[in-house]
């Protein structure tokens, strides 16, 4: 099947309106996750999971059976049904656009590509200063199927919101440096600490184009946007501090004016979590290593937290779910007494696709009966 294929074969339309109003963006602004985000009190807990929208569900590996990964991220049809898919599915309070973090570079012209069971490989590393300064820059029009995609899917989600993402420059640049997946991450090490003057400025250029990514989407009407920086956690404080933090703290200078909630997101970060919250965000994910209530008090007062359930206890069974996500909302409770604003209820990071789609069902049913 090829892309016009899946496409075609796309169900009805049966959009996932959860608010009454007359206006759609009354609706998102009033619905438990911006309203969490805000620090505001949401008619219940809201909740939602990174990689929602994937391969746990059997629509979605039907539906991408023979469509490669960055020709789907391109197809705005099929970018809206696959984000769909989870909402219908789920009843979560929140949409996330599928896409993937090295969208913004393939558009921009680096010669990359998603490889099954490896992840992103870039043809040709980020290894000097001459290959920094050769880098392109991302223009809007370049990811423009992701803004029609965008105008697609708030059409049919009414008042569920829609949360845009990209990645963050250090973990973009973690890719581009090691050429694809990295358990150590040496070699971005290396050109970091050995030419600080072309790491900062290799930053600074991916800074840029995860910027202008971002404003595409938030100008075609997501309702907020999610900053992955998925390996952060491989640095020291030191290190976040003084070679990443700068260029996270523009990224969320510079889409600020458009009022929607921020969120930054890394693995493996509770070293980190208090510098990654002076980056600017609204909201900071945390992922299971560190208890809510721990986070709290690392993140600091007047942000609200999002988390943070082990993806892993999804396969433990109903007793043991039940209970984790018991524990969970009541961490939440004593983060947000002792300072945090909000919780949105989610995993410490994505759904693993051997995930039983009904646990998670399941769990969401039980996050907002809590």
């Known amino acids: ?9 796309l169900p009805a339309s049966d959009s996932p309106v959860t608010a009454d109003s007359d206006s759609p963006v009354t609706a998102v602004s009033d619905s438990p996750l911006i309203r969490a ?4 009190r949401p008619q219940r807990r809201p909740v939602w999971f990174m990689r929602q929208a994937g ?3 059997p629509e979605y590996r039907k ?6 990964m960055l020709a789907a991220c391109f197809n705005p049809e099929l970018v809206c049904e696959i984000t769909l898919q989870p909402v219908r599915r789920h009843d979560v309070d929140a949409a996330i656009l599928f896409s993937d973090i090295v969208v913004p570079l393939q558009a921009a012209g680096i ?3 998603i490889v099954a069971g490896v992840g992103p490989v870039i043809a ?3 290894r000097t200063a001459a290959d920094v300064d050769a880098l392109p820059r991302l223009q809007p029009d370049e990811v423009g199927a992701i803004g029609r995609a965008v105008r697609l899917l708030t059409a049919e989600l009414g008042g569920t919101p829609l949360i845009g993402f990209a990645g963050a420059p250090f973990t973009l640049a973690s890719y581009l440096v090691e050429g694809g997946p990295s358990k150590h991450h040496e070699r971005t090490k290396a050109l970091m600490y050995s030419d600080p003057q072309a790491w900062h400025r290799l930053m600074g250029a991916l800074a840029d184009i995860t910027t202008t990514f971002l404003k595409v989407q938030l100008e075609a009407g997501v309702a907020a946007v999610q900053l992955f920086d998925s390996w952060a956690g491989t640095l020291s404080l030191a290190d976040y501090t003084q070679f990443v933090l700068p260029h996270s703290t523009r990224v969320f200078a510079e889409v600020e004016a458009a009022g929607v909630p921020r969120i930054h997101f ?7 979590l208090g510098a990654m919250s002076s980056a600017g965000a609204d909201v900071v994910g945390v992922d299971w290593r560190v208890p809510l209530v721990e986070a709290a008090r690392r993140v600091g007062a007047g942000k609200a937290l999002q988390g943070n359930l082990d993806p892993a206890v999804l396969f433990a069974g109903p ?12 961490d939440a409770d004593a983060a947000i007494a002792a300072g945090a604003i909000g919780h949105i209820f989610n995993l410490g990071h994505g759904v693993m696709p051997d995930t039983d789609p009904g646990v998670l069902t399941a769990a969401v049913e039980l996050v907002h009966s809590l």
């Open 1 to 9: 099947m090829n892309v016009d294929d899946a496409v075609r074969d």
């Open 37 to 40: 985000a805000r620090g505001l």
């Open 55 to 57: 391969r746990s569900l």
């Open 63 to 68: 539906l991408r059976a023979d469509v490669g």
């Open 111 to 113: 010669d990359l590509d």
């Open 124 to 126: 040709h590393p980020v």
């Open 266 to 272: 890394g693995v493996g970060t509770g070293e980190l």
């Open 319 to 330: 007793a043991v779910v039940e209970e984790r996500v018991r524990r969970v909302v009541a």
